[in-house]
């Protein structure tokens, strides 16, 4: 079993093209779980007998498709079991991909640092650090009841297992756009709150029709502000990490309907309360993606949000044919 | 017509919002034809001398004035919308308070009436402890001073209720004011070409004419000048931002560009429209400007009469200890007192000193001045009571009075320091007694200042804080909306300039050619930096001087509460004290002073020793011969004044064996004896290798103590005296006009006459005034470098003596110029042991402890300083200290309570290894303690035993990982040298160690290494800049000179990283002096990083790669930058590099674990 991880090295903005990188992978195997927002693994189970190359031809193959079909450049990297495949990332190169055999996967961990394992976000990297344990090698080597008591009793049973080697994870195939996201970035540090509510506003019209145009309805949003200033502990010659907010609420119920989505942007936005705070860029994400036809709808006695909802059906097919900036806001065309 | 009064106008004294000095508006005011001129600042006095002093240049009348946030009133809560707590960036900045201008119209009183609203609009700002002050408001009833005229213009609460269109509203605005104020109301009208009806707008000017004119007040016109040239627009957004903290947003509401000083035919144009559109005839306009300019004429209030300039006072004598007696009575008495308790009466002299004790004394009545010795000596007398070091320092040490009341230590007369330099009838400045006291009891000693003569009398002095080069190009950049990352990059990478050299730095400087290269990218930010420059952006207490007054200082001065402490502070600074004839006494915090007392009260702590620095007699005699054997081998670090890289080269050179050869060292190592070339014939004569000559028999008594060089300033006065015959004072008033090339040319004539007349022949006066000119204005005071020495001899003799004590005194107090660390290594050196941090034995301070009975250091060791631990409070250090000794890790948790970071940096730099385990376990055991504490989980500790406390089996930090735990946590490599881990990569690279370069011949080429210790660039003869560095490699110190031809090469990596390499050539110029001229430099942490990876092989490549860096700005022709010729000619005539005597850059280090604290010191090189 060959598991690959491919991160694609999508330009900022251009996640809208990870659905169709997923398509290319799918024709190489059925089993192709997203990393949103652009990466992916693929389980190669048949594909390396059926196409008779092995993994690091096949990674080679998919970088060239991707280049030719999309000018999209990416990064590959092969293992056993998705765990070793996603490490093994980050010891690839584009045009460089990095196979680990089954049997060097233990000697490979090792001399990984312990961020590298999926799950392990800074907080537990910075406490396994502090106690030593930097690697993945010196992770292993340390009793599992001090593991746990570093990090809690199933993260340190984990976190055991994965660095020993241990993979119990599978490429599960999961619905390709699991969520969709936009974001509107400004030209210079933005304070104003009306400009602010213009991006969102801008935002949640993309979302909502493109969600339409799917013919999904989405159950969760997410608000994430990015912010000028730098992190502190990060400035330094190469930059550093912008600090942003994030915000996530679930819908009252699943909708791809644009008020109802610029609404609660709006009042996720507003519980901010944002004063001074220098604003680069607004991004909002539809998450919990599910088919429309499956999505219930709360009627209402006022007739506005039936006359919005109606609107809105004719200006998506004035869009379907005459293109997306046909018919857009009085509010966002000035 | 005649000109303009502008009745409104802020200079850059109105923090980050005025955009041109007062100098600057007085300049422009009168260029335009103006008589008078306003100045009104916002919230603070602080220009007003410098606007005073400029206007008497610009021939115009000056006005004084202040605008001043004003609260309701009727004090009620006012009503807030709530707003919700930003998560991010924080709130706006509330600027809706009204404002109102007001102006000094009655002499004194309207002077006093303006310190007093401006001390009281302070005094409200309640911030306490912790709490941001909140901006300055004057509450109303605290309005009504006398003697002021009050402007409401747009900004005041009226004006706001004219732009909402409620006319009704501000007449009932209008009668509190009516009331307060009455004749002396103007309401101000102001037009800046704005749209709608906010401030600036025509439609509210209009409305404000018609409405003063419906409730019969006065209307004036003004332009509310915030600028002294139009197109300065940009720069008052820049500051508006900054002040705001936000970002200039160019959709938003920016300047008008109109608030500058338009003349008055602009200003006839503006009443015009102004005039017209509230329906009135055009000619109305005149009236307008009629009623400006009536207003302006009652104004009057005169600089020298009113504000003080020029005059002096004294506290009271009846609080200087004068009794019902007059000063000069008590004061003639208690000198007489010290003559005789200091023997001088039945000494060898008893005549000279009684004659010396009565001439000063009746100097000092000549000039009345007595209460001012009086009140130096009481603060000293109480200095000394609290059991502080204090000592006198400055020319003041000359009077032999001073030295009598107590206040100096040294002896003019045996030291033959003169009053005249201090003190005399001719000199009409104000004398200056300056004096030291232990800098970490600096503020007990405000306190006891202000407690015995009160707050009504005594106020510390302003410093303003104003815009270089690094602050102009963050609030720029911020208010540009650039990357915060590009902004941080920049501003470092400048040395410490003046903001106006940016531009020039670009072109010039070498280490900033990779920026220069960028340039253009920024677009308007370097003209943008460049115009903020010398702006004020805040205001911070003086670090030593405090004024003293009579009681009516508070009518003289505005009077602001300081930040941290809330002492009294004067808006003026020093210079505008001194103008303003308030008496200033400096007291200076001198850390060696902190330094000495822990080393004494350590040393009478540990060993119940009682050490008396001051009783050390030194000053007689050859002083104590295993000092001066130490002063000799020049491992002076840390030592006062003389541990500098410069000046242990000198004493090298010099070789001092008494105490005058101390003074006489001290005053030689100054930019102006150093630039003069005092140093090399000095030496040469007085280890006999040239002959000593005199211009003429006459001099040889006074230049005999200087083997025939002029080194004082005594004896330049000295000379002139001689020769001429005019008495000390006069000479002393010919030396002082030496520095002035203008007056030189007469005193010369002068010189030569008298001389002549007293029948020297024409060649001895042709060589005497040869010396006189050379080194007349560069001398340096002896009394100041006697004041100097002492300290000196006394941090000498206990590095000498008392090393431990020695070394715990100055890691504590931190007085030096170097980084604790290589104090650190000069101790392991001189043999002290180091004892490592640990909660059982660590007081709060450094401390020493026996080790053994035998050993270099008399078997004391120095046990270092739970103080020194980063992040550690006062309190958390007491606690621990208090709490000792601890049984076990609990015990030490529970009752010692540290925070956890705090626990943790403890554990990690072994101050816990007694409670068993190794480093890691603690640091788990505590964080499983924290957690407990916290309530959650918790349960029982895997203890052993009881006290220790168990394994855990993580892996114990490796040895590089303590020493980087101790740099990060104590800023000090503690258990080794951190070069010794570099020791065999150096070995393969054939590098020479600092003590085997002692043998190393002079122009040999050598390989030096180390951690950089300090980094300079002071002023130099030749006019070049040298970037002088010392790097310490653990067996010594390693002095290097960089040169004008190799900083292409060298200036970045010098200045950017810590761990340096560096290939030179030997420099030799004695026994003991020694230095490296560097030729090409290599960051050593990146070598060792490639040899860890890569082996020598990559090492090799990276050597081999040309040392310069490729210049690829475009070739600016004929010889390009860095050295480009450009020279500064200095007032005293020698010539200056551009860049030379300023802070150099590279705060950061790009390697090594300094992020957070200095490991390496810089200084803006002149020392002294």
């Known amino acids: 079993m060959t598991i690959l991880c491919v991160r694609f090295q999508l330009p900022p903005g251009y996640e809208a093209a990870l659905p169709g990188l997923l398509g290319l992978l799918e024709d190489f195997t059925p089993v192709v779980e997203a990393l949103p927002p652009d990466g992916a693994l693929a389980d190669l189970r048949g594909a390396e007998r059926y196409f008779g190359r092995d993994a690091e031809e096949l990674a080679r193959l998919i970088r060239v498709r991707a280049l030719a079909l999309y000018g999209v450049d990416c990064v590959i990297g092969a293992g056993p079991g998705p765990l070793p495949a996603r490490l093994a990332l980050g010891a690839a190169a584009p045009g460089a991909p990095c196979v680990v055999p089954e049997d060097l996967v233990v000697d490979f961990l090792a001399e990984l640092p312990v961020a590298a394992l999926p799950g392990v976000g800074t907080a537990t990297a910075r406490t396994l650090c502090e106690y030593g344990l930097d690697t993945l090698g010196r992770v292993a080597t340390a009793p599992l009841s001090t593991l746990q008591r570093l990090v809690g009793a199933r993260a340190g049973r984990e976190l055991h297992e994965q660095a020993n080697g241990v993979d119990r994870g599978r490429v599960v195939p999961n619905a390709v756009a699991r969520s969709l996201a936009t974001e509107q970035p400004f030209p210079r540090d933005e304070l104003n709150p009306d400009r602010h509510r213009r991006a969102l506003l801008a935002g949640t019209e993309e979302l909502g029709s493109r969600l339409r145009a799917l013919e999904k309805v989405c159950r969760t949003l997410t608000l994430t502000v990015r912010y000028a200033d730098l992190a502190s502990s990060r400035t330094g010659p190469n930059g550093g990490t912008r600090i942003s907010t994030t915000r996530t609420r679930t819908l009252k119920e699943p909708t791809a309907h644009s008020p109802a989505l610029t609404s609660v942007a709006y009042a996720m936005y507003d519980a901010l309360g944002l004063q001074r705070a220098r604003v680069r860029a607004i991004a909002l994400r539809a998450e919990g993606l599910a088919p429309a036809d499956q999505a219930s709808h709360q009627l209402a006695f006022d007739p506005v949000d039936e006359k919005l909802r109606r609107i809105e059906e004719v200006a998506d097919r004035a869009r379907a044919k005459f293109g997306p900036h046909a018919v857009t806001l009085g509010t966002l065309a000035a | ?1168």
């Open chain 2, 1 to 1168: 017509m005649s000109g303009f009064a502008h009745l409104h106008t802020a200079s850059g004294f109105s923090l980050r919002y005025g955009a041109s000095h007062p100098e600057r508006l007085a300049e422009r005011a009168s260029e335009r034809g103006m008589d008078a001129l306003a100045l009104t600042d916002r919230d603070t006095l602080a220009g007003s001398v410098r606007f005073a002093k400029a206007c008497a240049k610009a021939g115009i009348r000056p006005l004084f004035g202040v605008e001043l946030a004003v609260g309701d009133p009727t004090p009620s809560v006012r009503r807030t919308a709530r707003r919700r707590a930003p998560v991010r960036g924080g709130a706006f900045i509330d600027e809706s308070t009204p404002r109102v201008t007001f102006l000094a119209r009655e002499g004194a009183t309207g002077w006093a009436g303006l310190c007093g609203i401006v001390s009281a609009a302070h005094a409200d700002r309640s911030g306490g402890e912790g709490r941001s002050a909140a901006p300055p408001l004057l509450p109303r009833p605290e309005c009504a001073a006398e003697g002021l005229t009050v402007l409401l213009g747009p900004a005041s609460d009226v004006g706001s209720a004219l732009a909402a269109g409620r006319p009704d509203r501000a007449a009932k605005l209008l009668a509190p004011w009516r009331e307060m104020y009455g004749d002396a109301l103007r309401l101000e009208a102001v037009w800046h070409g704005r749209e709608g009806t906010g401030p600036g707008s025509l439609r509210l000017a209009a409305r404000t004419v018609g409405f003063a004119a419906e409730q019969r007040v006065r209307p004036v016109l003004s332009n509310a000048v915030r600028y002294a040239d139009p197109g300065m627009g940009p720069v008052a957004d820049v500051l508006d931002a900054a002040r705001r903290l936000v970002p200039v947003d160019p959709r938003g509401e920016l300047d008008s560009g109109e608030a500058w000083l338009k003349g008055a035919d602009a200003m006839l144009a503006v009443a015009e429209r102004i005039v017209e559109a509230a329906g009135y005839r055009r000619s109305a306009a005149y009236r307008l400007l009629e009623q400006t300019r009536a207003t302006a004429a009652e104004c009057l209030v005169d600089p020298e009469d009113d504000l003080g300039l020029g005059t002096v006072r004294f506290p009271e004598p009846h609080l200087v200890g004068a009794g019902r007696r007059t000063a000069q009575r008590a004061l003639a008495s208690r000198a007489a007192a010290g003559m005789l308790a200091r023997g001088y009466d039945r000494g060898p002299k008893p005549h000279d000193y009684w004659e010396r004790m009565h001439q000063e004394l009746d100097v000092i009545a000549h000039h009345g001045f007595a209460s001012y010795f009086l009140t130096v000596a009481q603060v000293v007398d109480d200095v000394r009571e609290m059991g502080i070091r204090v000592a006198a320092r400055g020319s003041g040490a000359g009077s032999l009075v001073n030295h009598l009341l107590g206040i100096a230590h040294a002896d003019p007369v045996e030291h033959g320091l003169l009053m005249e330099r201090f003190l005399s009838r001719r000199r009409v400045v104000l004398p200056d007694i300056d004096i030291d006291v232990e800098s970490a009891r600096r503020l007990e000693v405000y306190r006891a200042i202000i407690g015995r003569f009160g707050t009504e009398r005594v106020a510390t002095v302003a410093m303003p804080e104003t815009y270089r080069v690094r602050h102009a190009v963050r609030d720029v950049g911020a208010a540009l909306s650039m990357d915060p990352a590009d902004i941080d990059r920049i501003a470092k990478s400048f040395p410490h300039i003046r903001a106006r050299d940016a531009r020039a730095a670009l072109e010039e400087l070498p280490e900033l050619r990779r920026l220069a290269g960028e340039k253009e990218k920024y677009g308007r930010l370097w003209e943008l930096v460049e115009a903020l420059d010398a702006l004020p952006r805040g205001v911070a207490m003086h670090p030593c001087g405090v004024l003293l007054s009579d009681a009516s200082l508070l009518a003289r001065t505005p009077v602001m509460p300081t930040s941290g402490e809330g002492f009294p502070m004067s808006q003026f600074d020093k210079d505008d004290v001194e103008d303003l004839g308030l008496l200033k006494l400096d007291v200076l915090g001198v850390r060696m002073q902190s330094a000495m007392a822990h080393a004494v009260a350590e040393v009478a702590r540990a060993t119940g020793e009682r050490v008396d620095l001051d009783a050390l007699d030194f000053e007689r005699g050859d002083g104590d011969p295993a000092t001066y054997r130490l002063i000799r081998s020049t491992e002076t670090l840390g030592c006062f004044q003389i541990e500098s890289p410069g000046q242990r080269d000198l004493v090298g050179r010099l070789q001092p064996a008494t105490f005058h050869d101390l003074v006489v060292d001290i005053s030689l190592f100054r930019p102006g004896p150093v630039a003069a070339d005092m140093v090399r014939p000095f030496i040469a004569a007085r280890h006999g290798r040239a002959p000593v000559r005199y211009p003429h028999e006459d001099l040889a008594e006074p230049l005999r103590e200087t083997y025939g060089v002029v080194v004082f300033h005594e004896q330049i006065i000295d000379i002139v005296h001689t020769m001429t015959d005019c008495g000390r004072d006069e000479a002393d008033r010919v030396r002082r006009g030496l520095s002035d090339p203008e007056s030189q040319g007469r005193i010369r004539v002068w010189f030569a006459q008298h001389a002549a007349a007293k029948g020297y022949d024409a060649e001895t006066i042709a060589r005497t005034w040869e010396i006189v000119e050379a080194f007349g204005s560069y001398g340096f005071c002896k009394a100041h470098a006697v004041a100097f020495a002492v300290p000196t001899y006394q941090s000498a003799w206990l590095k000498a003596h008392h090393p431990a004590a020695f070394y715990a005194g100055l890691l504590t107090h931190d007085p030096g110029m170097y980084p604790k660390r290589l104090l650190l290594a000069d101790a392991r050196r001189r043999g002290v042991p180091i004892l490592p941090l640990d909660v059982n034995r660590s007081a709060v301070a450094h401390r020493i402890e026996l080790v053994s009975e035998s050993g270099k250091s008399g078997g004391w060791g120095l046990r270092l300083a739970l103080s020194d631990v980063h992040g550690i409070s006062e309190a958390e250090a007491a606690r621990i200290a208090d709490g000792q000794p601890y049984a076990s890790l609990l015990d030490f948790w529970e009752r010692a309570r540290p925070s956890r970071p705090l626990a943790q940096r403890l554990a990690q730099v072994g101050a816990l290894d007694s409670f068993g385990a190794n480093r890691r376990d603690l640091q788990l055991h505590l964080a499983e303690l924290h957690r407990g504490s916290r309530g959650v989980g918790g349960g029982q500790l895997p203890l052993s035993g009881g006290r220790r406390t168990a394994s855990a089996g993580l892996p114990d930090l490796s040895s590089a990982e303590r020493l980087s735990a101790e740099l990060g946590v104590l800023s000090m490599d503690v258990s080794r040298n951190l070069m010794d881990d570099h020791r065999e990569f150096l070995n393969e690279l054939g590098v020479v160690s600092a003590r085997r370069l002692r043998e190393a011949r002079h122009g040999e080429t050598v390989l030096v290494a180390g951690a950089k210790a300090a980094t300079q660039t002071p002023p130099i003869r030749s006019g070049k800049r040298v970037i002088f560095t010392t790097l310490d490699d653990g067996t010594g110190l390693v002095d290097l000179a960089f040169f004008d031809d190799s900083h292409d090469a060298c200036a970045h990596t010098v200045f950017h990283s810590w761990l340096l390499l560096v290939r030179g050539v030997v420099q030799r110029r004695g026994p003991r002096s020694l230095s490296v001229v560097g030729a090409a430099v290599w960051n050593l942490a990146e070598l060792v990083e490639l040899r860890r990876e890569g082996g020598l092989d990559a090492v090799a490549p990276r050597l081999a790669e040309p040392v310069a860096e490729p210049v690829d700005t475009g070739g600016a022709p004929g010889g390009g930058r860095g050295g480009t010729g450009r020279r500064i000619r200095m007032p005293t005539g020698y010539e200056m590099h551009p860049w030379a005597d300023l802070r150099p850059a590279g705060e950061e280090a790009s390697q090594g674990p300094s992020q957070m604290r200095k490991l390496w010191h810089q200084s803006p090189g002149s020392a002294g």
